[in-house]
């Protein structure tokens, strides 16, 4: 079965920011050209490495995110690299590339220079703060678009800074936007045989990751902020939270009528340890007759009032704190979700590795990556599309390695780049 | 705008006008990707409930002692331009109603867990049954097969099942998150909306529908999973590191100088190549640091990055905010305040870019919703309605849709059915 996109060519020159974008229209059946500068993306360099794998070939995030791309190595800088690059354009459905304004300019590459190389191209940006107004020039990072975006404001402990979150998100945010922008637009163009341009920020792309911050300052005046995963109630709610277990940690969400509220966790206790202290009186009435969604209502507007409620809860947190202790954490997770208590493991990413729930699902998949000398494992996509399914059908490339191939099929003379240092 | 936005020489239609798409999503992740259908003018009609009403209509933000099942702001954002219509689809009249938008629509989706979509008779055997041609996009915590498939969680529990947890923050601190339920708002719902646009292309080029099986699990993995692959290729253990990456220093949020009006103010910066480190010791009043052999190469820098990020971090602490983020960033260097949602909302690059549409609500008047996390020079891709009320639209469904007359749907409400 062929991919949804197993007629659409595109080259994507993107930076770091866009990587992700290009590999998941690659996953959709789409040959996704990767065109670098002649010293290979950043990436290529980036720690961690592939051991015994020579530079630039090592970088991990590079292979992860370039795999099932074709890769070419051009100085758009230079006139010919320029033309060629234009002559691949005019022959290529979809353009990603991550150029500012100002970039485009010195490249000689702006919007109309591209328009007039393929009148219907899907053309996306994607840029740290889009192309317009006053940070569009603006130098851009990950970690920098997560703090201008507000979600970096509500990560972290109140004593210590605000934190980044971990792997990029940033990039990948506005990947996943540049690449849902161009299939509407890839729609559009099987209709009308019209194409468009697609403008991706970085920083926009983050702003929905804000929660219920942003209506929080917009109707109620109050900005969120980190509070280290206590919530805003100010005090405990048992059973909500990160509880160590015997081997590891998890996420307990027993509380309201969220699955079977924190009175299937007593359960879950009486099942696995038999009854105790919170399943006789007073504590049990307690339980199961006050702790839900009115007594944290209570408990909020009032605090000074709740004391007793408090002390009565803090003791019952303790509980269930001592109770997840004292058991590995894959047998609260599962004897808990079939009694529909909501945990869910603190997973590692040994944990993911070896997850059986992703293994009977084959989510990893496999490549053979001769040029490196090995097979690697990679994650699977994030999407499971029947009649379309998702393929790997190459590695990802090393530095240079199709330029001859794709500047040949773009009818360029590749050998005479390649001889004059414009080409790799 | 000034961008990629306006064209004025031809009024273009959205992208995807004509497409009909039936949502019985709740919560984050589910509503968020078919507003996004919607903002690109998609014809969304949500089936609600008053029986057991979105947990987000509940939860607020709400004005203060503002009860309204139509006011939450977290609901509203995300699910604006779409229909409701009130279906108790557990009545057999109301599953039969059910059906027949079922017949009507291009797309279905979903992202309740197997169990509730059993109990709604809404599973893809008996979708795909009454319309051959359909999209079924179902999307429950861990997808649809698998020895965990009946499991379930919000985006709370998915954040430490997904590996989040695990990833942020400091190696001595607790695995507490980033905050925020954050697979749920951009990550979920943007690969659930490039998955169904996948499927609309197919079903235009071959007339064939299809199952998109979505577990958000495998969403949400996918994009935290370069220390997976790290481990499973290189046999490379993670560290959580905080606010610094492993090919980059200094990188990492600084305090500056307290202000009674703001205080806890930080600055995030990130040297990315040497020029970037250059730029900003000379940026900071220390070009000497750059000549400094500790700090020559990235490689000296992370072996040295404790020290380097003392001297920036006292650096930070005499300046004043704003200032030093405009010093820097006027040397090229990535560099930027972490900001609040007052500020954020307020900001002047996202008010000249109209990021934020304020789209009148009839209870819940004109409030900020986010705009679009991508733009079209041609075909808007734009909020340019409100959310709707709880059952809003079941009449105009009703008869539009289903082609009841007045009297069978004052019937139907009346018993229960259409509520």
């Known amino acids: 079965m062929a991919g949804a996109l197993d007629d659409i060519r595109v080259i994507d020159a993107t930076g770091p920011i866009g990587h992700y974008a290009g590999y998941l229209l690659a996953d959709l059946g789409a040959d996704v050209v990767k065109v670098e500068p002649l010293e290979g993306d950043p990436a290529r360099r980036w720690p961690p490495l592939l051991p015994d794998t020579p530079e630039p070939e090592a970088g991990l995030q590079f292979l992860l995110l370039n795999v099932n791309k074709r890769g070419a190595a051009l100085d758009l800088g230079s006139t010919e690299g320029r033309e060629a690059f234009l002559r691949m354009v005019a022959g290529a459905d979809v353009l990603l590339e991550s150029w500012s304004a100002r970039e485009a300019e010195v490249l000689g590459l702006t919007p109309d220079v591209i328009e007039a190389a393929n009148p219907n191209l899907v053309h996306a940006s994607v840029t740290g703060w889009g192309l317009s107004g006053p940070y569009a020039e603006w130098a851009y990072a990950d970690i920098v678009a997560l703090a201008m975006s507000g979600v970096m404001n509500l990560a972290g402990f109140p004593d210590g800074p605000p934190e980044q979150l971990p792997d990029h998100q940033g990039y990948h945010c506005a990947s996943i936007n540049a690449a849902a922008g161009v299939m509407a637009a890839i729609l559009y163009r099987d209709a009308t045989g019209e194409g468009q341009r697609v403008e991706v920020s970085m ?103 709740a004391g007793e409620i408090i002390q009565t809860l803090r003791r019952i947190d303790d509980i269930a704190t001592d109770f997840f202790r004292r058991h590995p954490t894959q047998t609260l997770y599962k004897r808990g979700q079939e009694l529909r208590v909501l945990l869910g493991p603190v997973n590692t990413p040994q944990d993911i590795s070896e997850s059986e729930q992703l293994a009977a699902r084959d989510w990893f998949r496999t490549v053979e990556d001769p040029a490196r000398g090995r097979t690697l494992r990679y994650p699977g996509p994030p999407w499971l599309l029947q009649a379309t399914p998702a393929s790997l059908r190459r590695p990802a490339p090393l530095l240079g390695e199709h330029t001859n191939e794709v500047l040949t099929e773009a009818g360029v003379d590749g050998g005479a780049l390649l001889a004059a240092g414009v080409a790799r | 705008m000034t961008s990629a936005t306006s064209e004025s020489t031809k009024t273009y239609p959205r992208p995807l006008e004509g497409l009909k798409v039936l949502d019985l999503t709740w919560f984050g992740a589910g509503p968020i990707a078919t507003k996004i259908l919607a903002n690109l003018g998609a014809d969304v009609v949500r089936i609600e409930t008053e029986k057991r009403p979105d947990g987000l209509r509940v939860v607020g933000p709400k004005p203060v002692g503002d009860n309204s099942l139509n006011t939450s702001g977290y609901y509203n954002n995300f699910n604006a331009e779409k229909r409701s219509i009130t279906i108790d689809l557990t009545q057999p009249e109301g599953h039969a109603l059910g059906m027949r938008l079922v017949e009507w629509a291009d797309l279905f989706m979903t992202n309740m867990t197997n169990r509730a979509v059993r109990q709604t008779g809404m599973t893809w055997e008996q979708v795909h049954e009454a319309n051959p041609r359909i999209i079924g996009m179902y999307e429950p915590m861990q997808g649809n097969t698998g020895p965990h498939t009946e499991y379930m969680g919000f985006g709370a529990v998915l954040s430490a099942l997904c590996g989040l947890n695990y990833l942020a923050g400091h190696q001595e601190n607790r695995p507490i998150g980033v905050g925020s339920n954050y697979p749920d708002y951009v990550v979920n719902p943007g690969h659930g909306v490039i998955a169904m646009l996948a499927a609309v292309r197919h079903q235009r080029r071959t007339g064939e529908g299809q199952l998109i099986d979505m577990s958000q699990f495998e969403s949400s993995a996918a994009v935290l999973s370069a220390p997976v692959f790290a481990w499973d290729n290189a046999g490379l253990e993670y560290v959580r590191q905080g606010n610094r990456v492993p090919y980059a220093a200094p990188h990492g949020a600084y305090r500056v100088a307290e202000h009674p009006e703001r205080p806890d103010l930080w600055l995030a910066l990130a040297c990315l190549t040497e020029d970037d480190w250059r730029a900003a010791a000379a940026a900071m009043g220390h070009p000497e640091w750059a000549e400094d052999a500790r700090f020559a190469t990235v490689a000296d820098r992370k072996a040295n990055e404790d020290a380097l990020d003392a001297l920036v971090a006292e650096w930070a602490a005499a300046q004043e905010g704003a200032a030093a983020a405009t010093a820097l960033q006027a040397a090229g260097v990535p560099a930027g305040l972490v900001l609040n949602a007052t500020e954020v909302l307020n900001d002047p690059h996202l008010a000249e870019r109209a990021y934020y549409a304020y789209p009148d609500h009839p209870e819940a008047g004109p409030r900020a919703y986010d705009g679009p996390g991508f733009r079209l020079s041609r075909t808007p891709h734009e909020v340019r309605g409100a959310a709707p009320l709880l059952g809003e639209h079941t009449f105009e469904v009703a008869s539009e849709v289903l082609g009841l007359t007045s009297d069978e749907i004052g019937r139907l409400i009346a018993e229960d059915v259409l509520r």
């Open chain 1, 203 to 305: 920083h926009e792309s983050l702003l929905m990751a804000q929660e219920t911050a942003m209506q929080a300052a917009d109707i109620l005046g109050t900005n969120r902020q980190r509070t280290g995963g206590g919530g805003a109630t100010g005090f405990k709610m048992p059973g909500l939270g990160v509880y160590d277990t015997a081997d590891g940690a998890l996420y307990s969400m027993c509380t309201g009528n969220a699955g079977s509220g924190f009175q299937g966790l007593v359960e879950l206790m009486r099942e696995l340890d038999g009854p105790s202290e919170i399943h006789e009186e007073p504590l049990f009435s307690f339980v199961q007759e006050r702790m839900n969604t009115g007594l944290l209502i209570q408990a909020m507007q009032d605090p000074e009032g």
